[in-house]
């Protein structure tokens, strides 16, 4: 089985794919005791494994040479961290709080993994390449760009895979705001901005021939209509699921059940929310991420990501 090139599949694994929806898990092993637990330290492993090309691009992580590995790992811990919401994410969790669904900065969300989550599914499910990475070109103040989660292509079908990411306790919540997402970005005059500054940013990179077709293809003179029809939209939300502290085997007959039930439910409800009016013509893939502890994830990876920030030290 190919596992992409971050390898995850191995760790989480897609238990429905459908054209509108893809549903993931990470489930269970056992203990040297006999018992079962859940894969933490391997997923955290696999989400930071994106790291180096989520903050300094695919351009760069593609001629990385072994010998320069380690250092960049550490200088991408460094890059997420001057990043604000990462920083004081980080914070909060390191003095036993976390964020809730409720939060009024919206932008802390970004300091919870949400998008690195979204890049390595991407990246090994979808076979897309990152077009540039957001963190990278943060501006002067420390922000990242404030626009879509994820900005990538996929080659073989030549289209533009726009992605956002939400990571909440309640994932009802989450859905609602990923509808809020695309009726703010999905409309002309964002999009255009949006395309105007992507396009602003790769001109560094048209040595590249797939960068330099894309900035022709996101020209604002492109009607609407025929910009949405290469365009996807993976909606990702990432969220705490009572199954895998009601059930410690992912391939018992009655987790699966529940599990499917679950992700048919939430799919229901998101069609129900989304009133966007150009819905028809948007090519929405919602992911469907179930976890055992949101909570618990953030504060493993800030863990590991703040000892791996230490090395360089």
Not at 76 to 83: C, F, R, T
Not at 189 to 203: A, G, P, Q, R, V
Request: aromatic share 10%; proline share 2%; glycine share 4%.
């Amino acid at each position: 089985m190919d596992n992409g090139p971050f390898g995850s599949r191995c760790v989480i694994e897609e238990k429905i794919s459908d054209s509108t929806v893809r549903a993931y898990l990470v489930g269970f092993d056992l203990k040297d005791d006999g018992s079962s637990q859940y894969r933490w330290k391997e997923f955290v492993q696999r989400v930071l494994s994106v790291i180096h090309e989520f903050s300094f691009g695919y351009h760069e992580g593609t001629s990385t040479s072994n010998t320069e590995t380690l250092d960049k790992v550490v200088e991408a811990a460094n890059a997420i961290y001057k990043i604000d919401e990462f920083q004081k994410v980080k914070d909060i969790y390191n003095n036993g709080g976390f964020i809730e669904d409720d939060v009024a900065d919206k932008y802390l969300r970004r300091g919870e993994f949400g998008e690195l989550i979204l890049h390595l599914l991407l990246r090994d499910n979808f076979e897309t390449v990152p077009l540039l990475s957001k963190i990278y070109f943060k501006d002067s103040l420390g922000h990242t760009v404030h626009g879509f989660d994820s900005v990538h292509i996929q080659p073989e079908t030549e289209s533009l895979w726009l992605g956002e990411s939400k990571l909440y306790l309640d994932p009802k919540k989450g859905l609602t705001e990923l509808v809020k997402d695309i009726k703010e970005h999905i409309k002309l005059d964002y999009l255009n901005s949006e395309f105007s500054l992507i396009s602003k940013k790769i001109i560094h990179f048209e040595e590249n021939n797939e960068i330099k077709k894309w900035k022709t293809a996101l020209s604002s003179t492109t009607k609407l209509k025929d910009k949405l029809k290469n365009i996807n939209i993976p909606l990702l939300c990432t969220y705490s699921s009572e199954l895998f502290t009601k059930y410690d085997d992912e391939e018992l007959d009655e987790f699966l059940s529940e599990y499917k039930n679950e992700i048919i439910n939430l799919k229901e409800y998101f069609d129900k929310k989304n009133d966007h009016p150009l819905k028809d013509n948007i090519n929405i893939i919602l992911i469907l991420f179930p976890v055992k502890c949101k909570i618990e994830l953030v504060k493993r990876l800030h863990n590991k990501l703040s000892i791996i920030q230490m090395i360089g030290d």
